[in-house]
């Protein structure tokens, strides 16, 4: 959208949803408990970024954080990198959860299908049982505060009662999902130094089976520091390696409910950058940081409670998975699904939600487009009388997706967020009380001071600019595993704007305090002077209903002209002739820029992916500039590596034809 354009109000809310909301709660306990009142939701956004003690010490409050020493202040160091929250204060994650649950603990707690098995519940009273049992196993094999506890595991209820039995006992606890392949899981894993792995023998997705004992035995021989395998049988119940612990075993004998009382920046769980190109980054955040980031997100800006059923599709080695299981943290019933989305069809999760009673469906933007492009009726398919919100996440919803929404599922809160595995939050994102713009997410995330900025540092006002976050976060980064001088997570933030978090995304913040995503600034596309996201090229390129999907990349050589080729998928049936060529062409001639019009339109069979379902912009860049393969691009960090065969193949054919040129 165009900075001078009138915005396309989608979707209001009704004056009882927002009476009803959790966030008018906590501004009417605000005004009460705090003699604090607002005008609207951006003089709170902009109280809780310039009184950022004032602000975080009301989320715990609001939210009675469980804790067992108090705080002496709430930010000893007002500066990043080295903010210091919450001295003094001892507590525990995995205890938040179980605080309320006590008068309802039969009520589920987790909702689970996937292609091996049918739906299973499991109440707050056996969550509790179960991760006691697992917690007393764990101290048994000699685990404690401090040491790591990986896991090779799908999104199943078993990979969440094993997380929560870490947090528990104060250890530190990171995962990788089983369709990784065994150089991306040593990758992150060799790192941290584990004592303890808990795998899956294999997994179904798309119908087919994948045996992973053979890399679990791989793993055991390559990770030194292991002392103990724990061994799921998750796809062969018979499924047993030699000098494992069977997952059964953990559950005798029965052990007491205990929490490790620790400080607000112990370790609480290693996440990973994509390492596509490159070691991982091992990215370290604290039980408190996480903790009140996941009340305030959650509670606040998803508006999720006790009186919800809350999915976020995602795998284990993806954020959206800390984030999912988040919901207990909050009250919240969580639905995991642990299969192909589009297996047999894309109507899966749709009719997953129908059998769980689903309030809140959170998906990937692009599921929402291929749901669209693929014609799904989901209120024709499934009984979704329950659903009241929609979250997207993981590239920009463009407006055609919105209006989708909309379209088909009616009264729904559109919650489309931005943020990113390096601070497990979102930046930018959703409000129940906010009207909805197509195409914009609603609004700067309470507590965090989000802007644009250009390469000078001069904050911009609805101006595309860097990313950047000028005031601390709690859930920012602790520490970089193996980085004692903070030098790598210097670099990798603080470089370009020293004291400021540069994330690496162009945004824009509209006059109405809303937000929209341009696609990562390291792969901008710079022609004859004129940047411009990525993003803004896919909006208009997959607007053609011939267009799956798309990939862009600009192919800058040393003293000769750019070349810019863009990469089609075309639905089944299609084909790339001259006409629709050209009607990609002038289409961004016409929307974005003539300078951005592609030289070459070029047909492939699938978009390289990361395991999170991002693009590999600049990968493909490097991979087309003449970079071999295994520097630019790790096959074990991506969803669909085989893509790469392509690409490949046409950097070859493509340096041979600029060496006759």
């Known amino acids: 959208m165009a900075a001078h354009e009138q915005p396309q109000i989608l979707w209001t809310p009704t004056p009882e949803r927002v009476a009803d909301s959790r966030i008018q709660d906590y501004m009417h306990w605000l005004a009460r408990e705090k003699g604090l009142q607002f005008d609207d939701y951006n003089s709170l956004w902009r109280w809780s970024t310039e009184e950022l003690e004032d602000f975080w010490a009301s989320i715990w409050e609001y939210f009675d954080v469980r804790h067992s ?109 089983p369709d990784m392949g065994t150089r991306s899981v040593l990758d992150r894993f060799r790192q941290i130094d584990p004592k303890v792995m808990i795998a899956a023998d294999g997994y179904r997705y798309g119908g087919e089976d994948y045996d992973r004992l053979a890399v679990v ?20 119940g018979d499924a047993a390696l030699p000098q494992t612990t069977p997952w059964r075993d953990l559950f005798a004998p029965p052990g007491e409910m205990t929490f490790e009382q620790v400080p607000f920046d112990h370790p609480l769980w290693v996440v990973y950058s994509s390492g596509t190109t490159g070691l991982p980054k091992p990215i370290v955040h604290g039980h408190g940081g996480a903790l009140l980031e996941t009340l305030k997100g959650h509670g606040l800006q ?29 009250g919240a019933t969580i639905c995991l699904y642990d299969g192909n989305p589009g297996h047999p069809d894309l109507t899966t999760l749709w009719r997953f939600a129908e059998e769980t009673a689903m309030t809140f469906f959170g998906g990937g933007a692009a599921y929402f487009i291929n749901c669209r492009k693929g014609g799904v009726k989901p209120a024709e398919v499934a009984d979704l009388r329950h659903l009241r919100a929609v979250g997207s996440t993981g590239s920009p919803l463009p407006e055609e997706g919105y209006h989708w929404i909309h379209q088909e599922l009616g009264d729904v809160f559109i919650a489309a967020i931005s943020g990113g595995t390096d601070v497990a939050a979102a930046f930018v994102g959703s409000c129940p009380a906010l009207p909805i713009v197509a195409g914009e997410m609603q609004c700067r995330v309470l507590g965090i001071a989000v802007h644009a900025a250009d390469d000078a540092g001069n904050l911009l006002d609805d101006e595309v600019g860097e990313l950047v976050v000028t005031e601390p976060m709690p859930s920012m980064p602790i520490y970089f595993w193996n ?15 020293p004291g400021w978090w540069r994330h690496g995304d162009w945004i824009r913040i509209t006059p109405r305090g809303g937000a929209i995503i341009y696609g990562r600034s390291d792969t901008t596309i710079n022609r004859h002077g004129i940047r411009m996201g990525t993003a803004e090229i896919y909006r208009v390129v997959e607007e053609f209903p011939e267009v799956l999907d ?16 863009c990469f089609v998928v075309l639905r089944e049936g299609a084909a790339l002739d001259g006409e629709l060529a050209a009607s990609i062409k002038q289409a961004i001639r016409t929307k974005l820029s003539a300078r951005h019009a592609p030289n070459e339109i070029v047909a492939v069979e699938e978009i ?26 790790n096959p074990d960090a991506m969803a669909n590596p085989h893509s790469l065969d392509y690409f490949q193949a046409f950097a070859r054919q493509r340096g041979t034809a600029d060496a006759d040129a």
């Open 69 to 177: 020493a108090p705080w002496e202040c709430v930010l000893e160091e007002r500066v990043m990198p080295g903010a210091n929250w919450f001295p003094g204060a001892r507590l525990n994650l995995a205890e938040q959860i179980f605080r309320e649950q006590e008068a309802d603990a039969d009520a589920p707690a987790i909702l689970f299908r996937s292609e091996l098995r049918g739906l299973q519940t499991l109440t707050w009273r056996e969550l509790r049982e179960q991760v006691a049992c697992v917690a007393h196993a764990l101290r048994g094999m000699g685990v404690q505060r401090g040491d790591r506890v990986v896991a090779y595991l799908p999104n199943i209820p078993e990979t969440v009662v094993a997380f929560f039995a870490c947090a528990s006992i104060g250890a530190i606890w990171s995962s990788c999902s």
């Open 217 to 236: 035995e791989q793993l055991r021989a390559e990770l030194p520091t292991l002392e103990h395998t724990v061994l799921l049988p998750y796809l062969n």
């Open 302 to 330: 998803l508006d999720l409670g006790p009186q919800d059923r809350f999915m976020w599709f995602t795998t284990t080695g993806w954020i959206m998975w800390n984030h999912q299981i988040g919901g207990l943290l909050v």
């Open 483 to 497: 980085d004692p001088d903070g030098q790598r997570l210097h670099e990798s933030y603080f470089e370009m704007y």
């Open 550 to 565: 798309s990939l862009v990349v600009d192919l800058e050589y040393l003293g000769r002209e750019s070349w810019m080729p």
């Open 608 to 633: 390289p992916r990361t395991l999170t379902g991002k693009k590999m912009e600049l990968p493909i860049k490097k991979l087309l500039l003449g970079m071999p393969l295994d520097k630019a691009a």
